[in-house]
């Protein structure tokens, strides 16, 4: 396999956290050919155990979902709707920090949304459908640290758009690819052009530093380790669950995703206004939604 597990190179939609936590900047790691590392072969023509995030309302995703040109099989991990979560039951629960309680009350009340569409400021506080978005990614934890018989289990939500052509075929080089030191590697997400592996050509890989962010929990291959790893970290719920799992900090050599050139699938962004979901919310187009926020809320 020719493909190489390089340095991160930042897409130009690439956005950096500001305060509450000024970090500084991680070193880059120069490229490393796979065939240099330690790698997990599964056996010829293999694929991990696949879950499905889907809401029990959202039987349109669903379907969307098996109309993709892809011939994966999955099980349906039932989603956890915001709907039928309160802030008050949180807060007795003690599933999410009470910071982030605090912030997403104050945000509700204020009609402060997640997303300016004047500056493109993104807030990763709580909507009572976030929380319910990562309790359900909980729930697929759960079921990877306790998987007996595979080690890597491949994690989608439903709203994925598109898939590169072979995808069964590209994700097991990008398995094979894998260090043996990885927990999690990424098939997509935000911070990518967007722009799906073309027909012949073949996955390349790239570590993620482990103070950067990236966005987007839509499809994400996460090996046992990690799972547990992220069970004892992310919760209590600080911030939405993709940048709860970014910013809790990952050792060298335990973070990859496919190259941002070209990714195996693709999911639409809040912002472009075609993700019709409730786990973000818009500013007002042409309003700097984000002026009165306190300075110690986290933005990206």
């Not at 605090?102 to 004047?118: N, Y």
């Not at 890597?152 to 094979?176: H, M, P, R, T, Y």
Request: net charge positive; with cysteine; proline share 8%.
């Amino acid at each position: 396999m020719a493909s190489c597990v390089s340095s991160w190179r930042a897409s130009h939609s690439w956005r950096t956290p500001r305060p509450p936590a000024p970090r500084s900047p991680a070193p880059r790691t120069s490229a490393t050919c796979v065939s240099s590392v330690p790698v997990v072969r599964p056996p010829p023509s293999s694929l991990p155990l696949a879950l499905l995030i889907n809401l029990s309302r959202r039987s349109d995703r669903l379907l969307a979902m098996r109309r993709l040109p892809w011939a994966l099989a999955w099980e349906r991990v039932d989603a956890i709707d915001g709907r039928g979560l309160s802030w008050e039951q949180l807060r007795a629960d003690r599933r999410v920090h009470r910071d982030a309680i605090r912030e997403g009350e104050w945000a509700e009340a204020e009609r402060v949304p997640t997303i300016c569409r004047k500056t493109g400021s993104f807030s990763p506080h709580l909507t009572l459908a976030a929380v319910g978005c990562a309790l359900s990614h909980r729930l697929a934890w759960e079921r990877v640290a306790g998987e007996a018989s595979q080690e890597w289990v491949l994690i989608l939500e439903d709203d994925i758009d598109s898939v590169c052509d072979g995808f069964e075929q590209q994700l097991n080089k990008v398995f094979a690819a894998l260090p043996s030191t990885a927990q999690i590697c990424f098939l997509g997400y935000h911070e990518s052009t967007g722009h799906l592996l073309q027909p012949r050509a073949s996955p390349s890989l790239v570590e993620i530093p482990g103070q950067s962010a990236i966005t987007g929990l839509f499809g994400y291959l996460l090996h046992r380790r990690g799972a547990e790893a992220l069970l004892s970290s992310v919760f209590p719920l600080r911030y939405q669950v993709d940048v709860a799992v970014a910013v809790r900090g990952w050792a060298p050599g335990t973070r990859y995703a496919v190259s941002p050139d070209a990714v195996l699938i693709t999911s639409p962004k809040s912002e472009v206004g075609r993700c019709d979901t409730d786990v973000q919310t818009l500013g007002p187009k042409g309003v700097s939604a984000h002026d009165r926020f306190p300075t110690n809320m986290l933005r990206l």
